[in-house]
């Protein structure tokens, strides 16, 4: 006997008693087949929800006045008094002062960008010195190091290995247009090492700084981190880490991987900016892909653009010709080569030959001076500055070298902290009148050495500046204040000019050109107190000086799409660099429209036509 279960049953039962046919009647039997065939069918997949990623977007705003309150259905579920920025800052400001430690005040910073996109921004313009220690080095190091540990949110995407062959369908899953993203595989933190996808803290870090600094839109960001595996075994067996626990690809697979990725990257959205950053060895993929694509690395080509900012400001101050000077770096990685082929260019533009400039310098690794005939296989981004004048001599002390040598410049990017002690800096000092000491490692713990050590051991005569952030000091009676050459004063500028200009690549000469504005940007007082880099206080302004001039370097290259603009002046081109910025002071009004009518007619205030025609939340400046 035929057995029915219930929804078929129910079917047959739709029709009248006198027209149901036989259950075992061929027709019945077809019907049966098509139902079952219908029942067994996967159903429809809805829709996927519109995703935000952020907690609130601002939508909670105190700030907010009643109107809009009621419009996005918030009305009731904040308190009623409608609070200025100044007060929802002291109250922030309140909160992160409770905080005991660098790590807590990170997170809270981080809720805070989650709930209310716009007042973070505005806490960090108006607070940028004091608050960028706690979003970016030093604290995201530690930040990066607990990652696993700490994480609570979604704050950027990841692509793993194993996601090969798919990256572009799965790059349709960021819910935001994007203007620049900031891409790392965690191979190389800081000072810190392969921390795998721990390495996620900066590109959220340094994306957020892309916002503070040069205005650039904060859901056109995107943090993407790569997780091609870590040879970081302790990681790779804490049950706490979230990436993927086997071993760093081969370099082979890396670059296929990459190679995948970029297209990807530029198909989704043609005029994006790629930044990468903290690769073990970053040269492969600059190499690769600088002439095909809208690209730089920060570690190469924005550590160096601010050093030489910072570098030809020293060279002024120190009264000595630019002929005359003689480098020593202690670190022989990507990073010192970088500032070095940098500062090359400037000693070229100085007059020299390419020849000259480059035997300027004298590179320090961890088997000494890195020479020619050392008898050891030499990696290939080093070859450029290996000396061939070392008459077989080999030096592997640091004080022996600065006899042989008796430099002007001592700079520091070696990640071994103390480095430089009192008796290098003293040799220094007896060299020179103004010795110029650049110990530009990070985190802070890393350095060199610190600004203190530098100025009583020159007898407060050194030009100093440094990668991590130390405070002023007294020294004779007069208060001195450190350099710092902090990547931030040049990429972002970078970043916001590729974008406005719409390049179809970044140039060396953009990149020159970030630094050459930058050396321009001090002020009046800035200049005569003889500082190397601007107050990072006015980092919005510096911004707007550096994006002009690398915009006008992408024009005389020829890679701006936006040709409209080469007809601006200066002035024009400045203005219309700072009407492109994301401001958070002014997003409400350019967001919230006003009530036009006043709520009347005997109608409830929560009642359509209650007047307000026209508001939004700002959601284009809402994710992190």
Known sequence: ???????????????????????????????????????????????????????????????????????????????????????????????????????????????????????????????????????????????????????????????????????????????????????TDGSRILGLGDLGVNGMGIPVGKLALYTACAGIRPSGTLPLTLDLGTNNETLRNDPLYMGSRMPKVTPEQEKEFLDELMVALTDKWPSIVIQFEDFKNPFPALERYQDKYCMFNDDVQGTGAVIVGGFINAVRHSGVPAKDHRAIFLGAGSAGVGVAKQIVEYFIKEGLTEEEARKKFWFVDSNGLVTLDRGDKLAEHKVYFARDDNNGRQYQSLSRLIDFVQPTILMGLSTIGGAFNKDILQKMAKLNDKPIIFPLSNPSSKSECTFEEAVHNTEGRCLFASGSPFPSLEYNGKMLTPGQGNNMYVFPGIGLAAIISKATQITQDMIYASAESLSTSLNKQEAADGWLYPDIRRIREVSVVVTRGVIRAAQKNGVDRAVELRELSGAQLEQYIKERMYDPFNEGEKTVYPVTQPAGNGHHPFATGNGVEHVTNGLNGSHL
């Open 1 to 183: 006997m035929l057995r029915l279960n219930p929804f078929k049953t129910a079917l047959l039962l739709w029709a009248p008693r006198s027209a149901r046919p036989s259950p075992s009647s061929p027709s019945t039997q077809r019907f049966l087949a098509t139902v079952a065939n219908m029942t067994n069918a996967q159903p429809q997949r809805p829709s996927a929800p519109t995703r935000q990623l952020s907690t609130t977007n601002g939508d909670y705003d105190m700030a907010n006045p009643p109107e809009v309150r009621k419009y996005l259905k918030t009305y009731g579920l904040t308190p009623p008094a409608v609070e200025s920025y100044e007060v929802q800052a002291q109250r922030c400001l309140r909160l992160l002062a409770m905080k005991p430690t660098p790590i807590e005040k990170f997170q809270y910073l981080v809720h805070l960008r989650a709930t209310n996109v716009h007042l973070f921004y505005r806490l960090l313009s108006e607070n940028v010195k004091e608050l960028t220690p706690l979003i970016y080095t030093p604290t995201v190091g530690e930040a990066c190091v607990r990652w696993h540990e700490i994480w609570t949110q979604p704050e950027g995407m990841y692509l793993a290995w194993n996601d090969r062959g798919h990256l572009r369908e799965i790059l349709d899953n960021w819910p935001h247009e994007v203007d620049i993203t900031v891409l």
